[in-house]
T-cell receptor, first 114, second 116 residues
Framework: AQSVAQPEDQVNVAEGNPLTVKCTYS??????LFWYVQYPNRGLQFLLK??????LVKGSYGFEAEFNKSQTSFHLKKPSALVSDSALYFC????????????FGAGTILRVKS | EAGVAQSPRYKIIEKRQSVAFWCNPI?????LYWYQQILGQGPKLLIQ????????DSQLPKDRFSAERLKGVDSTLKIQPAKLEDSAVYLC??????????????FGPGTRLTVT
C-alpha cells in the first residue's frame, strides 16, 4: 500500500535561514510526488510535483524539492524563509490504484520567526 | 480562472441530524474528489468521480454518507445521520483527469463541520 511519512510535526526556522520539511514515501512502481501548503481556514494549495526527470523540482513561492530514489525521500526546501511561509505543509504520493488517488502525510507545521 | 467553490464554509449540527455540502469544480475539470480532514491529520479521500461516474468510494461510510455528481459538474456530499466523529473539514478538489497527465488536484476552501 502507498504511504507517506512526515517525521516532524513542526519545524521552526528563523527568517532568512534555509528551511527543509522532510517527507519519505512508500509506493510500488515509479512515484508521483506532490507538496501542498495549507493556510488557516483555507484549502490546500499546490506547490510542486515530481513525476519524472530532474531530481530537483522547482515550484511556487521559491520552494523546491529534491527527489531521492535511494532514500525514498522528497524533501521540501527553500533557500531563505519568510515569515509568510508559516503554514501547514503536506506531502502526498499518487496511489497506484484505480483512480490514482493522492495519499497524504499527516502534515508538518512550519513556523518562521522574525 | 475561478477556483473550486464550496458552500457552506461552516456548519454546526447536532448528532443524528443531516447535512449537505456543495462543490463546484474548476470549469473543464473532469475529476472531482471529496476529502475528509480531521484535525491533526492529512486529508483522506472519501469519494472520487470521473465525470458523473464513481471511480473510488472505498473509504466512504456508505451507511451514512452519500454523494452525487449529476451532469458531471457540481457535486453534493450528504451525511445522514451525523455522528460526533464526523466533525472535520470536508474538502472538495478537482483535476483535469487521468488523460491530461498532470495529476495535481486543486482544492476548494473546505467546509468545517462541527457535530455536537
Amino acid at each position: 500500500a502507498q504511504s507517506v511519512a512526515q517525521p516532524e510535526d513542526q519545524v521552526n526556522v528563523a527568517e532568512g535561514n534555509p528551511l527543509t520539511v522532510k517527507c519519505t514515501y512508500s509506493v510500488s512502481g515509479n512515484p508521483y510526488l506532490f507538496w501542498y501548503v495549507q493556510y488557516p481556514n483555507r484549502g490546500l494549495q499546490f506547490l510542486l510535483k515530481y513525476i519524472t526527470g530532474d531530481n530537483l523540482v522547482k515550484g511556487s513561492y521559491g520552494f523546491e524539492a529534491e527527489f531521492n530514489k535511494s532514500q525514498t525521500s522528497f524533501h521540501l526546501k527553500k533557500p531563505s524563509a519568510l515569515v509568510s511561509d508559516s503554514a501547514l505543509y503536506f506531502c502526498a504520493v499518487r496511489a497506484v490504484t484505480k483512480g490514482n488517488k493522492l495519499v497524504f502525510g499527516a502534515g508538518t507545521i512550519l513556523r518562521v520567526k522574525s | 480562472e475561478a477556483g473550486v467553490a464550496q458552500s457552506p464554509r461552516y456548519k454546526i449540527i447536532e448528532k443524528r441530524q443531516s447535512v449537505a455540502f456543495w462543490c463546484n469544480p474548476i470549469s473543464g475539470h473532469a475529476t472531482l474528489y471529496w476529502y475528509q480532514q480531521i484535525l491533526g491529520q492529512g486529508p483522506k479521500l472519501l469519494i472520487q468521480f470521473q465525470n458523473n461516474g464513481v471511480v473510488d468510494d472505498s473509504q466512504l461510510p456508505k451507511d451514512r454518507f452519500s454523494a452525487e455528481r449529476l451532469k458531471g459538474v457540481d457535486s453534493t456530499l450528504k451525511i445522514q445521520p451525523a455522528k460526533l466523529e464526523d466533525s472535520a473539514v470536508y474538502l472538495c478538489a478537482s483535476s483535469l483527469g487521468p488523460y491530461a497527465g498532470t495529476y495535481e488536484q486543486y482544492f476548494g476552501p473546505g467546509t468545517r463541520l462541527t457535530v455536537t
